[in-house]
């Protein structure tokens, strides 16, 4: 730890800043387009809880956590499962983030649903909330996970953190204790107590383990937990964010000194965040989504795959490390998950098939000689040209026999920006990552529940219609 602290400083205490503008929002506060835009990423991470179910991952993971937690009447999307709420809301977020294929802001890279819906879904039912108090607290949340992550443009991750692991502590336990009805100073308690939580190490990068999935669950459990404990009078530090020793100092360390502190207050209640969240079309890391639709346009225009020479694949320079190296290991993924972070792997996959679905994910296609020949010819280097963290770009050049070349660069991936999916994409994923595990009516029947949901439509009603 570096004896004194290079963060700037900032206009107001961040967790009071935070805390004023959750315990004051109101649900008809939401402008029209934050109310449409959360329950279509809300709508995007059940029908992903979902789907987790149909995978091997899913069922160690939660029989751990109803191991070590307690009956209850919180809901665990997709079983039949009861739990006290925090215990559900570790199982719903590790669901929800166990196929890496939930939103993702961009300017943050953090998964800001995971990290938030599972504390608000499992609350709002503890407290018989109303679908439009559960959107609040979620509209809350998502601006405190989004803004924390932006502040440190992208350093979470090169000091070796999972960013979402991190922030969903404290965005939880906002969400939680708004659901409670604490007062200003017990939020900003419960944000103090978050900080002494927040974790999340990004060693999983080394052999695909699962600890990845568990993160934002973890974080669920924990800011609940700090929540009920700031509501029994539990003494927090009052600036976990800024103060000596705080959450960026020991977390970004050398680098605390390029945090916007400031922009994680500024524009609160009037600039939403959220708004820029993207929803994944593809099952992968999202730092390789630019270089998969390359390489899914590029799939009818190759003809012969056996004329490929050389695959360069460009992707901003700071996701580098994350999904292109060490490159041997990223040409032969071993797991699915090791799978989902390998730039090398997804664009063969795209180049041979012309689509990166779940079903490329499977043993077969881990295994399949056609993909794994493509991948040895993949390089992966830093592109110049590119807007990141605003977008997700890539670009993939072919090189062909006898000098022909094809190139093809996607500046704004697909779900970013004005590439934004609509409402019949995202029903579309629905009812394929859902009927994985629930028979086509039923999932239909979820979807259009979701979908019917008012204001004062209850918690409860809505969760007993996710259970089995």
Not at 136 to 147: D, H, L, W
Request: hydrophobic share 45%; charged share 20%; net charge neutral.
């Amino acid at each position: 730890m570096h004896s004194a602290s290079q963060l700037p400083p900032s206009s107001e205490n961040l967790a009071l800043g935070l805390a004023r503008f959750a315990h004051g929002l109101r649900p008809a506060d939401l402008p029209p387009e934050v109310r449409t835009k959360s329950l279509h990423h809300i709508v995007d991470a059940i029908g992903l809880a979902y789907a987790s179910r149909h995978f091997p991952f899913a069922a160690p993971g939660l029989a751990g956590f109803r191991a070590a937690g307690a009956p209850g009447a919180a809901t665990v999307i997709g079983g039949a499962e009861r739990l006290q709420p925090r215990d559900a809301a570790l199982s719903n977020g590790y669901l929800i983030h166990g196929l890496d294929f939930d939103d993702t802001h961009p300017g943050s890279i953090v998964h800001p649903t995971v990290a938030c819906l599972p504390a608000a879904l499992a609350m709002a039912e503890a407290a018989d909330a109303s679908w439009g108090e559960l959107l609040a607290a979620y509209a809350a949340g998502m601006e405190t996970c989004i803004r924390l992550g932006r502040a440190v443009k992208g350093g979470f991750h090169h000091a070796g953190f999972h960013a979402t692991g991190l922030v969903s502590h404290f965005s939880a336990a906002l969400v939680a204790a708004k659901l409670l009805g604490l007062d200003v100073p017990r939020i900003v308690a419960a944000q103090g107590i978050a900080a002494s939580t927040a974790s999340g190490v990004q060693v999983f990068l080394e052999n695909g383990a699962w600890t990845k999935r568990m993160h934002p669950g973890w974080g669920a459990l924990a800011g609940i937990t700090a929540a009920q404990m700031a509501q029994a009078g539990f003494h927090g530090p009052d600036r976990p964010y800024e103060g000596r020793f705080g959450f960026f100092d020991t977390h970004m360390q050398e680098r605390a000194g390029q945090v916007d502190t400031e922009s994680v207050i500024r524009g609160l209640g009037r600039e939403w965040t959220l708004l820029d969240t993207s929803i994944k079309p593809y099952p992968v890391c999202h730092f390789i989504h630019g270089c998969a639709e390359a390489g899914v346009q590029l799939h009818a225009r190759i003809g012969d795959l056996a004329r490929v020479r050389r695959i360069v694949c460009e992707l901003p320079e700071a996701t580098l490390p994350i999904v292109a190296e060490p490159a041997a290991a990223k040409r032969v993924p071993r797991s699915d998950y090791e799978a989902k972070f390998s730039a090398q792997f997804v664009v063969a996959a795209c180049l041979l098939r012309g689509r990166f679905a779940l079903s490329e994910l499977d043993d077969a296609s881990l295994a399949d000689p056609a993909i794994l020949r493509l991948a040895s010819k993949v390089e992966c280097i830093r592109q110049e040209d590119t807007e990141f963290p605003k977008y997700f770009s890539g670009a993939v050049t072919v090189e062909l026999d006898q000098g022909d070349t094809l190139h093809q660069h996607i500046p704004m991936n697909l779900g970013s920006g004005a590439r934004a999916l609509g409402l019949p994409d995202i029903a579309g994923k629905f009812r394929a990552n859902a009927g994985l595990v629930l028979p086509p009516p039923r999932a239909q029947a979820v979807l259009d529940t979701l979908l019917a949901a008012e204001p004062d439509t209850p918690v409860r009603a809505l969760a007993r219609a996710l259970a089995a």
